[in-house]
């Protein structure tokens, strides 16, 4: 059997993960891993870029995460998990790296343009704030993966990326792949209030919420807004709640939900309520798996430590290589 390619990415341990995570990325981890040889990290160095100030809470968020990532169904019998800072090779190679990156490709970078501005209320005109493609650019290239799946929004990274290493090949000779980003459909899900769901602005739904937490969520959710009694007629098309039913009910039921709306037969309430039960039962595997986990810390850090040695292993190698181009 041909050996299978390389895909890598990384998540942020910023919090407790929600169902955006969920549907948005790991899922699609989740099903790539029989198809590619997985990288997948938890990238804390990189929380630290914006949360350098409170650093404490980031490795409780560590563990939290990878309970999560075990828990919808990343395998480390399947892929290589690992945390970036267990492995010094990337903040090496990032170093190499910073020595061969123009500053404009940096300050020109939307993604840092667009953040400096969203998170006002920190302060981020550090170094390491602007150099954060340029480990990014470290965290990927080292494993010399194909492809890198990503949201829109880390495209810029992946392109700044690709640019790095085709100036380190210019320099030094060809030694590493200019990875492409793999964007995936992914279903629309809003937060509660229909703003992008996010921790930040308080409108998540979590994979560790109880049964009560999500009934609770659902009821509160906007829905049509031009809808304000039962006996108007909604519109599902622009309702988030039916969005979710797309994800969590039956085909048949959905298809009844949308003509009840229209006709106003069927009320918020009662439609909120079926999604949340379906919701609930799509997430019972999960929470089942996450408090066993949970129960076993040592369990999760065995589970860890073999994707760890695995990706140091693959670091050192390509760092020896790159030591030798430069002939350090
Ligand atoms: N910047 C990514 C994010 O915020 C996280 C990340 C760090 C990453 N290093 C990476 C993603 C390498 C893909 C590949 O989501
Ligand atoms: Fe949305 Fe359901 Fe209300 Fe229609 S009935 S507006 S689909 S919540």
Partial sequence: MAEKKRILSGMRPTGPLHLGNWHGALANW???????????FIADWHALTSDYEKPGSISGYIY??????????????????FIQSHIKEHAELFLL????????WLERNPTYKDQIVELGNKDLSTFGFLGYPVLQAADIIIYKPFGVPVGIDQVP??????????????????????PEAILTQTPKM???????????YDNAIYLSDSPDDIFNKVSRMITDPQRARKSDPGDPDVCNVFDFHKIY??????????KECRSAKIGCVECKKNMAQ?????????REKREYYKARPELVEYKISNGIQKARKVARQTMEEVRSALKI
């Avoid at 809003?190 to 930040?200: A, E, Q, T, V």
């Fill in 278 to 286: 379906n919701l609930i039962k799509s997430l019972e595997p999960v």
């Fill in 64 to 81: 939290d995460m990878i309970t999560d990532w075990l828990s919808v169904g990343l395998s480390p019998e399947k892929s290589t998990l």
């Fill in 249 to 258: 009910t039956e085909k048949e039921t959905i298809d009844n939900i949308d």
């Fill in 97 to 104: 790296l910073s020595m061969i990156t123009p500053v404009p």
């Fill in 30 to 40: 989740v099903k790539m891993q029989d198809k590619y040889d997985c990288f997948f």
């Fill in 190 to 200: 809003l937060g509660i209030d229909r703003r992008k769901m996010s921790k930040s």
């Fill in 157 to 178: 990274h992946v392109e700044i990326t690709r640019e790095i290493a085709r100036r380190f090949n210019y320099l030094y000779g060809d030694l590493f792949p200019e």
